[in-house]
């Protein structure tokens, strides 16, 4: 008989989780930086960036939870992350921070009502949470028109843009969980290192 997992506490990170954890900011912000670059400063069709422009910070946060696996964990190393972009030089200034802060929540969020268990319907929740929350931050720092035309021309392909990313990205997490470096799916096991506990 199959045991229903509870969903996954928040926080109650261990030494080894800081650790791992802090050398996750130093990578991720040089990685989201490097990504930054990319995406900000080459010529790319605007139509092709919609598609696949968030995927190499989407990937990032759902690493940190594949890793770590408690809810809290992207957003802490996100923001720090953020943190480090922004000393290497942000094409977006300050606003890197909480764009990262909240790709990292939406994560954490799907990731526990998932009850740690990361699959594809995790991975478009996580995407779209952080795509719901950054509305209004994305839109007043591009001076998007509060107009039909102008709310559906700006977040109507970056709807499907995030779609689309989550696909890439729980397909790019599929061999990651191979080797080893974490679980697409919780252990039934009650440990400290999961943070689950029985209903």
Do not use: C, H
Not at 52 to 81: C, E, H, M, Q, Y
Not at 90 to 117: K, M, Q, T, Y
Not at 120 to 148: E, F, K, N, Q
Request: aromatic share 14%; net charge positive.
């Amino acid at each position: 008989m199959e045991t229903k997992m509870a969903r996954p506490k928040w926080g109650g990170f261990t030494t080894r989780d800081f650790v791992e954890m802090a050398g996750m900011v130093v990578v991720a912000g040089l990685w989201q930086w490097g990504w930054a670059q990319f995406i900000y400063g080459a010529q790319i069709i605007p139509a092709v960036k919609d598609l696949f422009g968030s995927f190499g910070f989407n990937v990032v946060s759902f690493l940190i939870i594949l890793r770590i696996r408690k809810p809290g964990a992207a957003t802490i190393v996100k923001l720090l992350s953020g943190v480090v972009e922004l000393m290497l030089g942000s094409p977006i200034g300050l606003w890197v921070i909480l764009a990262d802060g909240i790709e990292g929540l939406g994560v954490d969020l799907a990731f526990w009502w998932f009850r740690g268990n990361i699959n594809m319907g995790t991975v478009i929740l996580g995407s779209l949470i952080a795509w719901a929350l950054g509305w209004l931050p994305d839109g007043y720092r591009d001076a998007v028109p509060l107009t039909l035309p102008g709310l559906l021309g700006y977040y109507g392909p970056g709807f499907i843009g995030k779609i689309f990313t989550s696909v890439m990205v729980f397909w790019a997490l599929i061999p990651i969980a191979k080797t080893g470096w974490g679980k697409l799916t919780a252990s039934q096991a009650t440990t400290p290192a999961t943070g689950f506990v029985p209903d």
